[in-house]
């Protein structure tokens, strides 16, 4: 069975810093894209960064640019999403996501960002961690 578990979340001020941890069991990162997208209260799921394994390549959403850095750990199959410099307006629920290696062999870590219609429908999520930036 394939888990995705994030981590990390919580209460931080404006101008602080979180690490999220997405743990992968069943299922390896390597080869594959994965994402982190959040969710705020009353807006759509976004994808704020996407990781092609395959090259290393790496999506931003403009809004996290400069702020935000995905990494991966192969040996520990853990992703994480190091968020710098938090606005108010990044109060959401972050989840990691990631597709099935056969689906996702052609896609490209901007594709998976961008596209509602590709990542809404993708194999494996997590729950979700929630992240709230007070001003």
């Known amino acids: 069975e394939v888990q995705l578990v994030e981590s990390g979340g919580g209460l931080v001020q404006a101008g602080g810093s979180l690490r999220l941890s997405c743990a992968a069991s069943g299922f390896t990162f390597d080869g594959v894209v994965i994402g982190w997208f959040r969710q705020a209260p009353g807006k759509e799921r976004e994808g704020i960064s996407c990781?092609?394994?395959?090259?290393?390549?790496?999506y931003y959403t403009d809004s996290v640019k400069g702020r935000f850095t995905i990494s991966r750990d192969i040996a520990k199959n853990t992703v994480y999403l190091q968020m710098n410099t938090l606005k108010p307006e990044d109060t959401a629920v972050y989840y990691c996501?990631?597709?099935?290696?056969?689906?996702?062999?052609?896609?490209?870590?901007?594709?998976?960002?961008?596209?509602?219609?590709?990542?809404?429908?993708?194999?494996?999520w997590g729950k979700g961690t929630p992240v709230t930036v007070s001003s």
């Open positions: 996501a990631a597709d099935h290696p056969i689906s996702s062999r052609a896609m490209t870590a901007q594709a998976m960002c961008t596209m509602p219609q590709y990542y809404n429908g993708m194999d494996y």
């Open positions: 990781l092609a394994s395959k090259d290393g390549s790496t």
